[in-house]
């Protein structure tokens, strides 16, 4: 299976687009690129660096955050992006949204499938 690239809307406080998307289950945690993020919704800076390991051992480092909204099969769906200056892409989606909405890639179309209970978001 090659990497799963989708091209959906993503959106911010400030304005929506289409956007380039890699499905990345070996990464942490979701990315979207400075440029897109300035585009899209306000950016925040973090109380200190986070720093993360790339698959050829480099590091780099992210001090800003920001909240967009991903469109997938109808549904809005929110998440905390950390903002990079650089990219394969417009945006990556790390496990933890992967996890946190229980969307699976299924390898055989290169594509995925939603939980729609996921989708309910309940008060307790």
Not at 11 to 22: F, K, M, W
């Amino acid at each position: 299976m090659g990497p799963i690239r989708k091209k959906l809307e993503v959106a911010g406080s400030i304005g929506r687009r289409g956007c380039d998307i890699l499905f990345d289950t070996g990464a942490s945690a979701c990315f979207v690129r400075e440029d897109v993020a300035e585009e899209l919704s306000q950016i925040l800076k973090t109380p200190g660096p986070l720093s993360f390991t790339l698959g050829d051992e480099s590091v780099f480092t992210a001090q800003y955050i920001t909240g967009l909204f991903v469109d997938i099969k109808g549904h809005s769906l929110p998440h905390l992006f950390l903002v990079v200056p650089k990219l394969p892409c417009d945006v990556v989606l790390g496990a933890d949204f992967l996890q946190r909405w229980k969307i699976k890639l299924d390898p055989a179309t290169e594509d995925f499938i939603i939980d729609e209970k996921a989708l309910e978001i309940i008060l307790v």
